[in-house]
């Protein structure tokens, strides 16, 4: 069965840190560039971030530059993305999904390319 578990949401206080990780089965992350995605209350799904197996190379959106880090580990077939220095703009309820099109990253995201979308895994940045 192919599908992704995002994890690693929950609340934490402006200034704190989380890292969320996109779990995969069924299928090899490797094989295709994977891309961040949140969704806050009343707004449409926007890119976060993206990570190229083809070279290695990453993408941010200007939100989180600086403060956000994607990464992988093949081993576990996982995807994480490290978030720092949270805001209450980055409430929003994170997923992940794989580009079946691609193994290198548009950006900013063609979000209709990506497939296997998980349920989300929700973060709130509140003091």
């Known amino acids: 069965q192919v599908q992704v578990v995002e994890s690693g949401g929950g609340l934490v206080q402006p200034g704190g840190s989380l890292r969320l990780s996109c779990a995969a089965s069924?299928?090899?992350?490797?094989?295709?560039?994977i891309g961040w995605f949140r969704q806050a209350p009343g707004k449409g799904r926007e890119g976060v971030s993206c990570?190229?197996?083809?070279?290695?190379?990453?993408y941010y959106d200007d939100s989180v530059k600086g403060r956000f880090t994607i990464s992988r580990d093949n081993a576990k077939n996982t995807i994480y993305l490290q978030m720092d220095s949270l805001n209450a703009e980055d409430t929003a309820l994170y997923y992940c999904?794989?580009?079946?099109?691609?193994?290198?990253?548009?950006?900013?995201?063609?979000?209709?390319?990506?497939?296997?979308w998980g349920q989300g895994t929700q973060v709130t940045v509140s003091s």
């Open positions: 990570f190229s197996p083809s070279d290695g190379s990453t």
């Open positions: 999904a794989a580009n079946l099109m691609r193994r290198k990253c548009t950006w900013p995201q063609i979000i209709h390319e990506y497939s296997y």
């Open positions: 069924g299928f090899f992350l490797d094989d295709y560039a």
